[in-house]
Nanobody
């Protein structure tokens, strides 16, 4: 089955860290763009980070210096390391794998994983 599955969400206090994972099956992530999106309650889904097939990474301004996207080719997984988390980072995090960052024909989306940052 061709799919991506997110994991690693949960509850964390402000200032804490969390690592999300996007694992692919049925295809290799190494040859695709992989993007992380976030949807906060009552808001539209927004792009957070993306890594290209050549390893170039980009970040939303508000997460620069706190989040790091990386690819683990051996495990066919892309991680999003999130440090110094803030309450405004709360939301459902989705990964998307495809020809561009979250768009293009054949883009595969996961079901999302909830991240809650609260004291």
């Amino acid at each position: 089955q061709v799919q991506v599955v997110e994991s690693g969400g949960g509850f964390v206090q402000p200032g804490g860290s969390m690592r999300l994972s996007c694992a692919a099956s049925g295809f290799t992530l190494e040859s695709t763009f992989v993007a992380w999106f976030r949807q906060a309650p009552g808001k539209e889904r927004e792009g957070i980070s993306c890594i290209t097939d050549s390893g170039v990474s980009t970040y939303k301004e508000s997460v620069k210096g706190r989040f790091t996207i990386s690819r683990d080719s051996a495990k066919n997984t892309v991680h999003l390391q999130m440090n110094n988390l803030k309450p405004e980072d709360t939301g459902v995090y989705y990964c998307a794998a495809g020809p561009l960052c979250g768009m293009g024909p054949g883009t595969k989306w996961g079901q999302g994983t909830q991240v809650t940052v609260s004291s």
